[in-house]
């Protein structure tokens, strides 16, 4: 039964929400676990944190569907790029702040997206 008040969803646009919604979550708790390793500085785990995060919102992309040509999609893209070649590039280098400053970065962009993608 449904309430009133709620949308009466196709079986198949029901199922491809709630894919797009677990895709969100587990891209949350990605950033989530990334930013507990900014917390306590852990370079190699703000590294898999990076990974996992991108990897997660990549997956979410995948399942919502993006549209290629749309332009704010396009552009967040490409600030997610740009964090993580910056943060590779701190990696790289040893730089330990410039890890934990380009690991936030990743987080926001990642998150970003993320939120353009559930709201598509």
Known sequence: MVA?????????ELKHLL???AEHFA???AV???RQAITVGDTA???????AAIDSVHQLATVAAAPPDNKESTQLRTQ???RQDSFHEAHKQGD??????HGELVGDAV??????LANL
Request: aromatic share 10%.
């Open 4 to 12: 009133a008040d709620q949308p009466d969803y196709p079986a198949g």
């Open 19 to 21: 894919a797009v919604r």
């Open 27 to 29: 891209t949350e708790q």
């Open 32 to 34: 989530h676990l990334l």
């Open 45 to 51: 785990r703000i590294s898999a944190g990076v990974t």
């Open 80 to 82: 997610l790029h740009a």
């Open 96 to 101: 330990t702040d410039g890890v934990t400053g």
């Open 111 to 116: 998150m970003n997206y993320a939120y353009f």
